[in-house]
């Protein structure tokens, strides 16, 4: 079955450090979604990608549709304490198709 | 945003038992999901719950364990029958509402079985 390879899988980086998170798939999805979820809530959408090439910002946060369709950035600039929580990838074929594959997870920690 | 609620958000339960976990969103839904996210792990899809028809499960689940409703285009449960430890998950509701449109996540229900 379809597989997203998330990495990192932790980062632990001090605040106003610049994040860089990134999924793999042998796959092609025509979406890519990037999600955070802190303790106790679920999955909260920050961005969602829909064409190959596709460079969208929300704020401090910018995410990235590769070209080949099979690969997906999220960067994070500046963080700070809210940032810290687990970040997840997932990719949709879409068309009909809708279910959503889901990366790992990277579990972001701030060090003050 | 979207506004899509879980009942109940935690449950402990005894081995043997069922729990039915309902979802309610706060308009009408073109698709339903239901996700288990089992301790320190990503998402992974347990069926589309399909309105006015059987949901469709995904491979490794199956209705007898997870029977799921979905009357009417904004409510839908999902049912753990006969739980294990080995249930001891989080389950979450998410909700797409329109073609092209994301997903949307619940908070979940964190259910641990004794």
């Known amino acids: 079955g379809q597989q997203l390879n998330q990495n990192p899988q932790s980062m632990f980086i001090q605040e106003g450090e610049d994040v860089s998170m990134n999924c793999t798939s042998s796959?092609?999805?025509?979406?890519w979604l990037w999600y955070k979820q802190d303790p106790g809530e679920g999955p909260v959408l920050l961005i969602a990608?829909?064409?190959?090439?596709e460079l969208t910002s929300n704020g401090r946060l910018t995410a990235q549709f590769g070209i080949t369709r099979k690969d997906s950035f999220l960067n994070i600039s500046a963080s700070i304490p809210s940032d810290v929580g687990i970040y997840f990838c997932?990719?949709?074929?879409?068309?009909?198709?809708?279910?959503?594959?889901f990366g790992q997870g990277t579990r972001l920690t701030i060090n003050p | 945003s979207a506004v899509i609620s879980q009942k109940p958000s935690r449950d402990i339960c005894q081995r043997g038992t069922s729990l039915t976990i309902q979802c309610q969103v706060d308009?009408?839904?073109?698709?339903m999901f239901w996700y288990r996210q089992q301790p320190g792990q990503s998402l992974t899809l347990i069926a589309t719950a399909n309105q006015g028809s059987e949901a469709t499960y995904e491979s490794g689940f199956v209705i007898d364990k997870f029977p799921i409703s979905r009357p009417n285009l904004t409510f839908s449960t999902l049912t753990v029958s006969n739980m294990s430890p080995e249930d001891s998950s989080i389950y979450l509701c998410?909700?797409?509402?329109?073609?092209?449109?994301?997903?949307?996540f619940g908070d979940g229900t964190r259910l641990s079985i004794l």
């Open positions: 998410s909700a797409q509402y329109g073609g092209n449109q994301p997903q949307h």
């Open positions: 308009s009408q839904v073109t698709m």
């Open positions: 997932a990719g949709q074929l879409g068309q009909g198709a809708q279910k959503l594959v």
């Open positions: 990608l829909y064409k190959a090439g």
């Open positions: 796959s092609i999805f025509n979406t």
